[in-house]
């Protein structure tokens, strides 16, 4: 049993040795993307709140520039479904569809680094009372906000190469 345990052991840390040879490099390490981006992107002025939720996020996690080396423009769009119905044919549940369009750009050449799309969702019950049902679908978009610019951030950090940089 000993034996068995040694042996993981020593495979594991073969592992990690192998990892830097293999071209892995920590985001948050020396030289990596998430050190360059961060303080360094200018998001777009939001327009609607839903903007603001998106900005809010990304300036949250990637740190607020100005002026920016990078700056960041986006454009959402929110859609809503109808996934559950009563018997009496009233809506009881929603779905919010978000998708958000994206592009990092070198302010200086103005040139394209990193673009792409992301998509979520996020539901909310519409069974109690107006306010209520209002408050929910707030939240839901707070949550789809939150969501996108996770997934944009996490598609910079892995999209845009060190030399780019």
């Not at 040694?6 to 892995?24: Q, S």
């Not at 993307?33 to 809010?56: F, H, I, M």
């Not at 951030?153 to 780019?164: A, C, D, E, N």
């Amino acid at each position: 049993m000993n034996r068995t345990r040694l042996t993981r052991r020593a495979f594991a840390v073969g592992l990690l040795a192998a990892l830097p040879a293999c071209g892995f490099a920590p985001v948050y390490g020396p030289g990596g993307a998430g050190n360059a981006l961060q303080g360094a992107v200018l998001v777009d002025t939001p327009v609607t709140r839903e903007d603001y939720l998106l900005t809010r996020e990304l300036e949250t996690r990637l740190g607020r520039a100005n002026p920016g080396r990078y700056g960041l423009s986006y454009s959402t769009a929110i859609g809503s479904e109808a996934i559950a119905i009563s018997r009496a044919n009233v809506t009881t549940r929603y779905n919010l569809l978000g998708e958000t369009t994206y592009a990092l750009r070198d302010l200086d050449t103005q040139a394209v680094i990193a673009s792409g799309k992301v998509n979520n969702f996020t539901g909310y019950s519409a069974s109690g009372s107006t306010v209520a049902t209002q408050a929910a679908e707030r939240d839901a978009r707070e949550r789809l906000m939150t969501i996108l610019a996770d997934q944009i951030i996490t598609r910079l950090l892995v999209s845009v190469p060190k030399s780019g940089l």
